[in-house]
């Protein structure tokens, strides 16, 4: 039974979360990585139609990982938490420069355009997108469903922990979705899946993209009651 959801943040680790928890017998995701059920494919689905994908055996640990879950308006995440009010959360918070950096290489590649090929401002009007911006507002997105679903039921995760420590980071998320975790998953944590091309940051950018997330980044640390310092250090001339 649907169990779970893995609401992003895009270009944050989901996919290698999604990668160990499906090695998990106990684990599966009858849809697939990135279902998009409710946030596109409910226009053209009816609701029933997301509902059979998952089973009705309550030992089945069932999830729907789709990063673009995060940007979901309130309605939609109380309709969700109407229909399965057991449901526990997942969200992973990287870096949000780093993530507008990767997901603006993604945008490129989809453009079919080498890095050389553009300019500085072709990444500042993508970083300055709706999408982009959305994607990378942690706290409205925290705010959101953790008053809809209660605190306790939002897992958050951090993508520097997965880096660091991802045997521990797995260990933590099966504690929370209350799974075993295999003994040989400790061996398989190090691969990393879907890697980028790995272009580093334009110098040029780094202003650009610290002006855009200072702020943000200061009230997230206030809301979460972490130090978040390092994620702006380096890239402006002063730090939180």
Known sequence: MLTFMCIGAQKSGTTWLYEQLNRIEQVGFPGGKE???WNAR?????????QSLFSTDATRIEGDMTPAYAMLCDATVK????????????FILRNPIE????????ALKRAELEIDEVSDQWFIDHFN???SRARGAYESTLRRWRGIFGEEAVKTIFY????????????????????????????QVQ???????????RESLKPVLWALY??????????????LSDWLSGYGPSSV
Request: charged share 20%; hydrophobic share 40%; glycine share 4%.
């Open 214 to 227: 200072r702020e943000p980044v200061q009230s997230l640390q206030l809301y979460l009651q972490k130090d």
């Open 79 to 90: 309709q969700i938490q109407q229909l399965y009010p057991n449901l526990k959360i997942i």
């Open 99 to 106: 993530r507008a950096w990767s997901s603006a290489l993604m």
């Open 42 to 50: 409910h226009v053209s689905e009816p609701l029933k139609w997301y």
């Open 129 to 131: 997108s709706r999408g």
């Open 191 to 201: 691969e990393r899946v879907f890697a980028g091309p790995g272009y580093p940051l």
């Open 35 to 37: 279902v998009h059920y």
């Open 160 to 187: 520097q922990d997965i880096q660091r420590h991802p045997y521990l980071v797995l260990q933590d998320v099966c504690d929370f979705l209350q799974l075993d975790l295999p003994a040989k998953a400790e061996s």
